[in-house]
Each structure stands twice: as structure tokens, then as C-alpha cells.
T-cell receptor, first 112, second 114 residues
Framework: DVKVTQSSRYLVKRTGEKVFLECVQDMDHENMFWYRQDPGLGLRLIYFSYDVKMKEKGDIPEGYSVSREKKERFSLILESASTNQTSMYLC???????????FGDGTRLSIL | DQQVKQNSPSLSVQEGRISILNCDYTNSMFDYFLWYKKYPAEGPTFLISISSIKDKNEDGRFTVFLNKSAKHLSLHIVPSQPGDSAVYFCAASDGANAGNMLTFGGGTRLMVKP
């Protein structure tokens, strides 16, 4: 079974802080994704990566950056956290083409 | 502008009856569709998918129907069980895009009453 592990289930940070969310997958998947989930809006793609050191912007990349130095690890960075980034963050991985994405359990991030 | 829409935010069904969850899309380039189920405090889990070359795919109690001309898909759960209570997301992919990006709908909360 695919395992996607997100480093924190709950996180509370202050406005202006730099925040790191970590994600690790154990199935050697090429593709990795970061989403945020907000009520009524479903899952919105922030960034994705299809290979080490490769990254592509999703639908809502503003205020975020990512890093993929190793195939199994994909990090999401909030450069200067703001209250509108309070959300559930979900990481996923998949193997192309058209294989379903497998998700981690999410990090509920609160920015105060 | 949401390219994938789930117009019913919630649905309540009696145990043993059929649950029908609907999803509409606007992008005619979408050629692969998926349904995910999400319990509270867990990540979404893949349920069932369908390619645009088919109009029906069945897996046990779950069947997905695709109507390409109407740009509409639906998930049927028969019979519904209390353990099916969750939020259901439909998602769509354009096979030509790199990385198999998915566009998700807003979700429908299904409640199955015992």
C-alpha cells in the first residue's frame, strides 16, 4: 500500500512566520502535489512536481513555494504566513500516466 | 470559474437505499474522471474512476456513469451503508497535461441514516 506521510497533523503559527510543511511518500512515485482544502471550494492545487528539482505552479501558488530535493520528499513553504492561509493542507503522490493520486492525512494549519 | 462543480453540498439517504451523487464539468478536454471519499481528519481515498471512452464503470456497490454530451457524471452507491457517510469529491483530468493534474469539485457530504 502507498504511504504518504505528512509531518504534522496540526500546526499553529503566527502571522509573518516562515512555515514548512513536509511530505514523504514511500512508493517511488514521480508526481507529487500540494493542495489546500477549504469548505465549499474542494481541493485546490497549489504546486506540483513531476521530477526531482522540477516544480510547476497550480491554481493558487501565490504566497507559497516548494522544494523537491529528493524523489520521495516534497516540501511546501509559506514564505510569510498570513491569516488567509489558515486551511487544511493535503499532499498527494502518483505514478503517471493517469494513476490515481494517493493522499496523506493532511495538516490543519492555523495562522494567528 | 469552477471547471468541476458538485451542486449539492449535502445529501441524506436511508440505509439500504441508493445514493446518487452528481458532478458537472465545463472543460471538454477532460478525459479521465475520478471519485474520492474523505472521512474527517483523513486524506481523500480513491474510490472509482472512468475514462472518457466509457460511459459506465462498476466496482462492487459503486458505479460511475459518464454522459459526455451533457458533461455530467454521477456516482451511484447501492445499497448505501452508514459507513459510506463521508464527503465525496469528483475530480477530472486532461490527459495531455503534465503530472496528471486533477481539478476537483467542491464536494458533497453524504449522510446515510441507519
Amino acid at each position: 500500500d502507498v504511504k504518504v506521510t505528512q509531518s504534522s497533523r496540526y500546526l499553529v503559527k503566527r502571522t509573518g512566520e516562515k512555515v514548512f510543511l513536509e511530505c514523504v511518500q514511500d512508493m517511488d512515485h514521480e508526481n507529487m502535489f500540494w493542495y489546500r482544502q477549504d469548505p465549499g471550494l474542494g481541493l485546490r492545487l497549489i504546486y506540483f512536481s513531476y521530477d526531482v528539482k522540477m516544480k510547476e505552479k497550480g491554481d493558487i501558488p501565490e504566497g507559497y513555494s516548494v522544494s523537491r530535493e529528493k524523489k520521495e520528499r516534497f516540501s511546501l513553504i509559506l514564505e510569510s504566513a498570513s491569516t488567509n492561509q489558515t486551511s487544511m493542507y493535503l499532499c498527494a503522490s502518483s505514478r503517471p500516466p493517469n494513476q490515481p493520486q494517493h493522499f496523506g492525512d493532511g495538516t490543519r494549519l492555523s495562522i494567528l | 470559474d469552477q471547471q468541476v462543480k458538485q451542486n449539492s453540498p449535502s445529501l441524506s439517504v436511508q440505509e439500504g437505499r441508493i445514493s446518487i451523487l452528481n458532478c458537472d464539468y465545463t472543460n471538454s478536454m477532460f478525459d479521465y474522471f475520478l471519485w474520492y471519499k474523505k472521512y474527517p481528519a483523513e486524506g481523500p481515498t480513491f474510490l472509482i474512476s472512468i475514462s472518457s471512452i466509457k460511459d459506465k464503470n462498476e466496482d462492487g456497490r459503486f458505479t460511475v456513469f459518464l454522459n459526455k454530451s451533457a458533461k455530467h457524471l454521477s456516482l451511484h452507491i447501492v445499497p448505501s451503508q452508514p459507513g459510506d457517510s463521508a464527503v465525496y469529491f469528483c475530480a477530472a483530468s486532461d490527459g495531455a497535461n503534465a503530472g496528471n493534474m486533477l481539478t476537483f469539485g467542491g464536494g458533497t457530504r453524504l449522510m446515510v441514516k441507519p
